[in-house]
């Protein structure tokens, strides 16, 4: 806490409006006077009447010029009581009322202090005291070990009314001051002041307080409302300090013997760790997070300036100079009553415990860390050339959070800035680096808790599989294999389509990297400005992850926009449907639609085809423009924009290995026309099967009403069907959406030409549409 000076000894607590100060109080009415007399410092005159209308009349000593009273004036039972003081020439000198304040005098002199009741009516009762600032009375002395952290502290009560207790001590000038909580459930707070009596500290909870002037110094404490309060006075000294056990620098790795804990009894409490520092690097202070999670550490040197706090330097803390340092461990919350910790400092300068250098190609395994103390920091290095983009990715063994950085070979971190979208850091120099790291949560009764890493190049990746362009309608070559990148031969610039899937076939997301390191795309649809190598990486931007080599995967490079696709038929109602078997991990197969610009077309899967006989698609234009994905081209149909030819791109169902399919195409718009659907109960009659599960009907213009039920029964076999109804334009304007083996259904319809697609399971029944 910062230094304060020329602070008023007490301070009320809460906001208020300063009292008038009325001039001095005339001539009391011819009553009994029953309190007075002299006061003397430090001590408390009782008073166990005052009546409305009565002066008490007191005087007050000074020995010395422009002293300070402080002043306490309890508030009693009935009418609170105020206070007057004047000087010898009965002129008006301050006011004070009831609780804490001050009153400035003037000469050395006597002063009368005269308590009086604000209204003519009433009675109360009150205690009064008074204490110079000056010329204290009741100082008691505080020794040299007084200052040491191992103190105990100096216990006393305040009494009921007392105006302030005195403390008087010497210390070098400059010293600084931990002011620590004292441990009292009263108001207590109150101001150090120098020789020259100018002060310099407000006392109040814990508190730093610099000595800038010249000793000896006095401490007046007291509490605010003149409540008896029993504290605890501690304040050890934080420059050149004393009474703290010695904490040895830890090594990388497994502290050992290097640890040093206590156990922070209360709130408030605090303890203290003697660290030397034999060079300024930089240094981790870590603490048990378990049992420690709630502590306030701080960092000063051997001047009493905090230098390192864990907020500001959560991964680590500057060394401006060699020399002693004191590590504070503080108990600042109400909630935590006691709490056990442990701590080490572990100087980042050094390699003692650090790792070898690990290889930065993406071939070897993940490197498995080892933390079998919760106050261990572990160390990695790694060569690295300047201008190297490398990344490092970290996964817990069980469920945790690990932080990590990057020293160069000085202790100086890199890598600290924001890269936005792009992955790792680029390095400044050549040389040998350090990825510094450690678990943050500790769970009692862990003895070896283990992590992931894997520190990779991202520019001019090494050790990744190669994967050439490959084509539609073929089974990928190469088997799933392991290492999170691939190395993607790409021929020319231009747009192409990338995919990785595991051994399920589920769908993974890369992100696709330039030579340089830096992203190139993060979706299937990836553009390459230039022929080259460029690298694919598993979960590329996630370094909370490690895909170490036991995970298998197949990668797949194709043109964005097919071409010679097999020409599928858009009459699906006539011909048989199109079938393909999906053989191989990322394989995709390409159909061409042969429909004219602007025309709509609607793909139909048998009625009980499974998830997994049901292809993902895409419809493309020439130029790689996605026209529609496959909800689209199923139910309202894919209006094929753009230019011409167009392509359905067919991949398996996530998860999906291998499976045949097979769908038919029907376009809704323009000729040729469909077998007419007559009206009435006759109705039309078809026949499904594998090879035939749609059927198209028309309803020509004029020959319809504005409303009219439309029925489909089953009259042999198995399976069930369901009805939807196009108008001219290819709009669907009906639709009865669930599959049944009967339904009517009533529609809407407007004017012109109409299209009725029934589409059924792929199984031998016939069914009777009427209208």
């Known amino acids: 806490m910062a230094v304060a000076t020329a602070v008023p000894l007490l301070v009320s607590p809460t906001p208020a409006t300063a009292a008038p100060q009325p001039a001095a109080p005339e001539p009391a009415a011819a009553a009994a006077v029953s309190c007075g007399g002299p006061l003397t410092f430090g001590a408390v005159e009782e008073c166990p009447a005052i009546v409305g209308g009565q002066d008490h009349v007191f005087t007050v000593t000074t020995t010395v010029d422009q002293d300070t009273l402080v002043t306490k004036l309890t508030r009693g039972d009935g009418t609170s009581a105020q206070g007057f003081v004047t000087d010898s020439a009965d002129e008006s000198v301050c006011f004070f009322s009831v609780d804490s304040g001050e009153c400035q005098l003037g000469p050395a002199g006597t002063y009368t202090v005269t308590v009086r009741l604000p209204h003519p009516t009433g009675s109360g009762n009150y205690t009064l005291s008074v204490q110079s600032t000056r010329t204290p009375g009741g100082c008691q002395d505080l020794p040299a070990a007084f200052f040491s952290f191992a103190s105990p502290g100096v216990g006393a ?143 000063y040197d051997s001047a009493g300036d905090e230098v390192c706090e864990p907020y ?244 797949t490079l194709l043109p964005w926009t097919p071409a010679s696709c097999p020409q599928a038929s858009v009459t699906g109602w006539q011909d048989d449907p199109e079938v393909g078997t999906f053989q191989g991990i990322g394989q995709h197969d390409c159909l061409q639609l042969s429909s004219p610009v602007d025309s709509r077309v609607v793909a139909m899967l048998p009625g009980n085809a499974t998830t997994a006989s049901s292809p993902q698609m895409t419809v493309v234009d020439s130029t790689g423009s996605t026209l529609c994905d496959g909800w689209e081209l199923r139910e309202p149909g894919c209006v094929l924009t753009g230019s011409a030819p167009y392509s359905v791109v067919l991949a398996p169902a996530n998860g999906t290995v291998a499976a045949p399919y097979r769908l038919s195409f029907a376009r809704v718009t323009g000729p040729p026309t469909c077998p007419t659907l007559a009206a009435g109960s006759t109705g039309s009659t078809v026949t499904t099967g594998p090879d035939r599960f749609v059927a198209c009907f028309s309803i020509p213009a004029g020959d319809h009403a504005a409303q009219e039920s439309l029925t489909w029964t089953r009259t042999s076999g198995t399976g069930r069907a369901r009805l939807r109804v196009y108008d001219g334009d290819g709009v669907q304007v009906c639709s009865s959406g669930l599959y049944a083996v009967t339904r009517t259904i009533n529609c809407t319809l407007p004017t012109g030409l109409l299209t009725v697609l029934l589409q059924a399971d792929a199984l031998d029944a016939t069914y009777r549409v009427t209208r």
């Open 157 to 299: 009560t305040l009494p009921t009314g007392a105006a302030a207790h005195c403390y008087r001590f010497d210390q070098p000038t400059d010293s600084v001051l931990y002011l620590r909580d004292l441990d009292s459930p009263g108001f207590l707070q109150g101001q150090i002041l120098d020789a020259g009596h100018e002060k310099l500290c407000h006392v109040q909870y814990s508190n730093r307080c610099e000595l800038t002037g010249p000793g000896p110094y006095r401490l007046l404490l007291g509490e605010y409302y003149g409540a008896e309060a029993a504290y605890t006075l501690r304040m050890p000294r934080l420059s050149q300090a004393t009474g703290c056990p010695a904490l040895p620098s830890a090594s990388f790795g497994d502290p050992g013997t290097s640890v040093g804990g206590a156990t922070v009894h209360r709130p408030g409490e605090m303890a203290c760790h003697a660290v030397e520092a034999s060079s300024t690097d930089p240094v981790v202070v870590r603490l048990d997070p378990h049992n420690a999670q709630f502590l306030r550490w701080s960092l």
């Open 312 to 555: 500001t330097n959560a991964r680590h803390c500057p060394i401006p100079s060699t020399g002693a340092y004191t590590l504070v461990v503080e108990n600042p919350h109400s909630f935590i009553d006691p709490s056990t910790y442990q701590v080490a400092v572990t100087n980042l300068g050094g390699t003692t415990g650090c790792a070898p250098p690990a290889d930065t190609s993406w071939t070897p395994d993940a490197l498995q860390v080892h933390q079998t103390s919760p106050v261990q920091t572990n160390c990695q290095q790694f060569q690295g050339d300047a201008g190297d983009r490398v990344v490092t990715y970290l996964a817990p063994e069980s469920y945790n959070y690990i932080r990590s950085w990057v020293l160069d070979s000085t202790g100086t971190p890199v890598c600290t800035e924001y890269t936005g979208d792009e992955t790792g850091c680029v390095l400044p120099a050549t040389g040998t680096y350090r990825v510094i790291s450690h678990l943050t949560q500790w769970t009692t009764g862990s003895t070896d808790l283990m992590y992931l890493m894997q520190i990779r190049r991202l520019s001019e990746a090494v050790g990744c599989p190669t994967v050439a362009l490959g084509a539609y309608n073929a089974v990928p070559t190469g088997s799933p294999a392991g290492v999170r990148c691939r190395s993607l031969e790409v021929p020319a610039a231009g747009l192409y389509r990338v995919t990785a899937s595991n051994t399920a076939n589920d769908r993974l997301y890369p992100i696709v990297y330039d030579a340089d390191g830096l992203r190139v795309c993060s979706e299937a649809r990836c553009e390459f400005p230039a022929a080259g190598t460029y690298t694919l990486v598993l979960d590329g931007n996630t370094t909370t992850r490690v895909v170490d080599n036991d995970f298998l995967y197949a990668a």
